[in-house]
């Protein structure tokens, strides 16, 4: 989450984060720590059954975290498995001079 932080922070004016928080049930205590600490500045959605119904088929891999980024028509441009900064910002990078 800390390098997601500093990326949104660093793209705030050309692209809007969500994260949504599949394991929020078993980690809320650790989430909301981890996000606070990271001072992120976006939103935090938790994934009761109607968001995980409605995103829980784009995480394709089963792991936690993955990062999906989406265009505004909704298709997927990209999926990091992890939380390494070089690989979002590469992402964000290539979906925004594609």
């Known amino acids: 989450m800390p390098g997601l932080a500093l990326i949104a922070n660093e793209f705030s004016d050309r692209v809007g984060f969500i994260t949504i928080l599949l394991d929020f049930d078993d980690y809320k205590d650790a989430a909301i720590r981890i996000t606070n600490e990271a001072n992120a500045q976006f939103l935090t959605v938790e994934a009761n059954d109607s968001v995980f119904r409605s995103f829980g088929h784009y ?17 997927i441009l990209a999926s990091i498995v992890g939380g390494n900064s070089d690989q979002y910002r590469t992402a964000i990078e290539n979906a925004l001079n594609g």
């Not at 995480?59 to 298709?75: K, R």
């Open 59 to 75: 995480f394709a891999s089963g792991y936690i975290p993955e990062t999906i980024l989406v265009d505004v028509d909704g298709n």
